[in-house]
């Protein structure tokens, strides 16, 4: 089983709609969880930390669920601009390394 | 611009050649990170570094590969004897020791073509 799995998508919506991703991780020692963004050739762009149950950040909310061993994301109201891929990164607090999904990609449509 | 910096932005090799990358961490980031990402996947941790102690390496780091951040800055990544499975984007992150949690910033990447 992969450490990190995330459906890759291409999740196709239109502006304005509501679209959540969802992650699960198999390390039950992950502490801290990271939301990135990335674009085509981009770097990875921090988007959200989750420490405890969940974080809410304008437009995007993610919700950690520990018994489960998901983490999700849930983008309110789609703008072109959210198009990217989000990745989705536990962090196990005994080590620095970040270990990141491959990513769901989203393309929000006109 | 007060970001992670890395250079070059690309590079193009031919097998066998050594190539050197460089990566400035934002200036009061004492951890540093060095991964790999390759098309369709998500970036593979490769080392890090806080100051100037390597703390850990991923077993991706084959022989053929150094890094070195000798005064606690910037980090030198090198590949020896390139092959064409290296060609990959090679991404720099740092992040703050105190404080806060483990949020590590990007730098651009440097991308390498190994032909």
């Known amino acids: 089983r992969k450490e990190v799995e995330q459906d890759p998508g291409p999740f196709n919506v239109p502006e304005g709609a509501t679209v959540a991703f969802n992650c699960t991780y198999s390390?039950?020692?992950?502490?801290?969880f990271f939301w990135y963004r990335q674009d085509c050739r981009k770097e990875p762009k921090l988007l959200m930390s989750?420490?405890?149950s969940g974080n809410e950040d304008g437009r995007f909310t993610a919700q950690l669920n520990r018994a489960s061993q998901y983490i999700s994301l849930l983008i309110r109201d789609s703008k072109l601009s959210d198009s990217a891929t989000y990745l989705c990164?536990?962090?196990?607090?005994?080590?620095?390394?970040?270990?990141f999904g491959s990513g769901t990609r989203l393309q929000v449509q006109p | 611009d007060t970001g992670v910096s890395q250079d070059p932005r690309h590079k193009i090799t031919k097998r066998g050649q050594n190539v050197t990358f460089r990566c400035d961490p934002i200036?009061?980031?004492?951890?540093l990170y060095w991964y790999r990402q390759t098309l369709g996947q998500g970036p593979e941790f490769l080392t890090y570094?806080?100051?100037?102690?390597?703390?850990?390496k991923s077993r991706l780091l084959s022989d053929r590969f150094s890094a070195e951040r000798p005064k606690g800055s910037f980090s030198t990544l090198e590949i020896q004897r390139t092959e064409q499975g290296d060609s990959a984007m090679y991404l720099c992150?740092?992040?703050?020791?105190?404080?806060?949690?483990?949020?590590?910033?990007f730098g651009p990447g440097t991308r390498l073509t190994v032909t």
């Open positions: 992150a740092s992040s703050f020791l105190a404080g806060g949690g483990g949020e590590q910033y």
């Open positions: 390390n039950s020692a992950s502490q801290s």
């Open positions: 989750v420490y405890s």
């Open positions: 990164v536990p962090q196990d607090t005994g080590r620095r390394a970040l270990t």
């Open positions: 200036s009061e980031h004492n951890r």
């Open positions: 570094f806080q100051n100037e102690a390597q703390l850990e």
